[in-house]
């Protein structure tokens, strides 16, 4: 088994430290380990430009216009791994801006629903089908580490890397007050277990389970949108919608459990939101020939010239 370690931080800063002293705990598990420094990576921002979806849904497989190293990160060490451990630094209270380009990167073109669909699509057109290492599961743990108490968003914001592809999270842990973290034994010992536990999981990955509950019972996620002036709030990582009611002096989000096959982090919540998307491009598809969309969009072309980057 192998279990793979991803920091963000700086080189040889708390971040590799905490990550290697998680794969020393899986090594002597017997694991195969690996440790990637990912700022020695070339990994450029998502563009947008939607080839990955499109490729997908057109059965051209699984394509992304940028040409950097993500690709090989991805799909040759991640997808190689059966569990994953990310450790991250926080910044302004979420998740680092690396962290925040991967998140994007894996995205649409990583979703399990959407890889399943391209898949039918392109054998169906005779085709190959999409690579098979995009339809398998994994588990996967984040550990956050930041330099305060500030950092409510950053365990929503790594939950969200495993949601594209439907991954199991094991532990979502975020340590504050952490630039001595490698002189405290507790979050040193919380390191291990969080080690541990994915190493257990990924013996048994169909079958492997969060290590720990949230408040949001259907995904652990404690992170939660209130529509203002209601007491409807929606789960920031699974979506689901219902209320906070509170039971023994403790907030309970409460849903109705005939919805929760719309959440975001299964197959029934991502073939909803596949469809959404399609009849969505199907309802505006006129727009591409559509003469006032196209005299609306050259208006605005044609108005404020973007200033050049410097060097161009
Ligand atoms: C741009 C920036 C923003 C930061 N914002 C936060 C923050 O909001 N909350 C926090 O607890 N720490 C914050 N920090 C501290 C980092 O989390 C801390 O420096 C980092 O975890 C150290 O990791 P390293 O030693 O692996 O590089 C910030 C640091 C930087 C550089």
Redesign the pocket.
Known sequence: MKILGVSF??RN????TICRVALEEAQKLGAEVEFIHLLDWNIEHCTGCCACSVGLVTGKGNICTRKDDFAEFWNNHVLAADGILFVD?????GCSGLFKTVMDRVGPGHDMAMNIVGDQISKEAGGPGVDPRFLQQKVTSYIA???????TRAEADHAMVSLSPGWRVIDNQRF?W?KDILMQEDKLERTREIARNLVEAAKDIENAKPAKPGVCPHCGCNEFYIYPGTKNVVCDVCGLEGTLVEEDGAFKFVFNPADEHKAHDILSGKFLHVDDIKDNEGRLAYLRTDETFKAIKKKYADMFPPVPAPGK
Do not use: A, R, T, V
């Open positions: 931080g700086s800063g708390n971040n590799d630094p926080i910044f302004e209270s580490i930041g330099g305060s108490d500030w950092g504050q952490c």
